[in-house]
């Protein structure tokens, strides 16, 4: 596959001397959804802004359909798409008319068929002759991709596109999704959610602090992510997890009261059976045994740390 968007050791540093990126390294393969997660204020925005020219790098460098965004930004732009995050509308303009609208500020001729296509892979045909205000806010969000759309651009950006909706709306929001990857067009979004990520993404970017932490197909990091906790209470406190038992991870918590042992629940065996019989031969007797699924956000969380560690 050819990569669409190329990024090479991308910074910004902002006027007050804040450094948003230090250093992205990335390539986006024609055809994917990539899911750019990450927590306030990681950089998020800055990197998608740099990549549509809304910000210039103060490093490195950023192509487009090997059009470079600073030095030929007008090339570059016109392949790009951006939904913004918030909802920018004329709220007393028609469907119809705002995206032919979108259209001609990017210069192109105007193209009904385009805009009829867009507007039925969105399932806006219907609402073509509605006024914006008319509208609810998950078909307000579906105008916004349709105007992003308008000019034919080979990349979508979509900027927290189901921030504060409901779960209704971000299982429309994804369908939507997965019908434009379908036509082509190549996405990257940010999200807070990873479930998000879960559901639409080929790939799975972690960006934190200005950097990207990783990006792996989604099935390999869900993999690496799945796991569970294990949470042994003993009848006795410890002062150290026995030596026979080094090779378990296992954590010692509550004043030597707890153990706490992560397993993969994805691997072939999960090792507790033998975990359990070990820890009778070590001589410990429990008092309670629970599991615990380690949230997503945890996960996340534990990433992100990992990841500045
Ligand atoms: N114009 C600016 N001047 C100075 N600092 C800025 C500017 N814009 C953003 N920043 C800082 O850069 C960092 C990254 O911001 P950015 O908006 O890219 O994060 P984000 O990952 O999109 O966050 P969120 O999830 O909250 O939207 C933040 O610390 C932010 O305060």
């Known amino acids: 596959m050819t990569a669409i968007v190329e990024i090479r050791g991308l910074r910004k540093t902002y006027d007050d001397g804040f450094e948003a990126l230090k250093g992205i390294d990335l390539s986006i393969e024609q055809g994917e959804i990539l899911a750019l997660l990450g927590p306030n204020g990681a950089g998020k925005?800055?990197?998608?802004?740099?990549?549509?020219?809304?910000?210039?790098?103060?490093?490195?460098?950023?192509?487009?359909?090997g059009h470079d965004v600073v030095r030929d930004y007008r090339g570059a732009r016109a392949m790009i798409g951006l939904v913004p995050q918030e909802i920018t509308l004329e709220p007393f303009e028609k469907v119809i008319r705002t995206v032919r609208f979108s259209r001609g500020?990017?210069?192109?001729?105007?193209?009904?068929?385009?805009?009829?296509?867009?507007?039925?892979?969105?399932?806006?045909?219907?609402?073509?002759?509605?006024?914006?205000?008319?509208?609810?806010?998950?078909?307000?969000?579906r105008v916004l991709i349709a105007k992003a759309l308008s000019h034919e651009p080979r990349v979508l950006f979509l900027d927290e596109p189901t921030a504060g909706v409901d779960v209704e709306l971000r299982k429309d929001m994804w369908a939507t999704v997965a019908d434009l990857k379908a036509a082509g067009v190549?996405?990257?979004?940010?999200?807070?959610?990873?479930?998000?990520?879960?559901?639409?993404?080929?790939?799975?970017?972690?960006?934190?602090?200005?950097?990207?932490?990783?990006?792996?197909?989604?099935?390999?990091?869900?993999?690496?992510?799945?796991?569970?906790?294990?949470r042994i209470e003993l009848q006795h406190p410890i002062d150290a997890v026995p030596e026979m038992l080094s090779h378990y991870g296992l954590v010692l918590e509550d004043g030597g009261m707890a153990l706490t042992y992560t397993y993969d629940t994805q691997g072939e065996r999960t090792g507790i059976t033998q975990l359990l019989s070990d820890l009778s031969g070590a001589g410990l007797v429990l008092r309670d045994i629970q599991t615990r699924q380690s949230s997503l956000e945890e996960i996340f969380v534990g990433l992100v740390k990992e990841g500045t560690a």
């Not at 990873?194 to 792996?216: H, K, S, T």
């Open 45 to 65: 925005t800055t990197l998608i802004s740099s990549i549509c020219g809304i910000t210039v790098p103060t490093g490195g460098t950023v192509s487009v359909g």
């Open 105 to 141: 500020l990017f210069g192109k001729a105007p193209d009904e068929a385009h805009v009829e296509k867009v507007l039925r892979t969105l399932s806006l045909w219907d609402k073509r002759n509605a006024r914006v205000i008319e509208l609810s806010g998950g078909m307000k969000r």
């Open 186 to 230: 190549t996405i990257i979004l940010t999200t807070h959610y990873i479930e998000e990520a879960e559901a639409i993404a080929d790939r799975i970017g972690v960006i934190n602090d200005g950097q990207l932490l990783l990006v792996e197909e989604k099935a390999a990091l869900m993999q690496r992510l799945g796991r569970k906790d294990l």
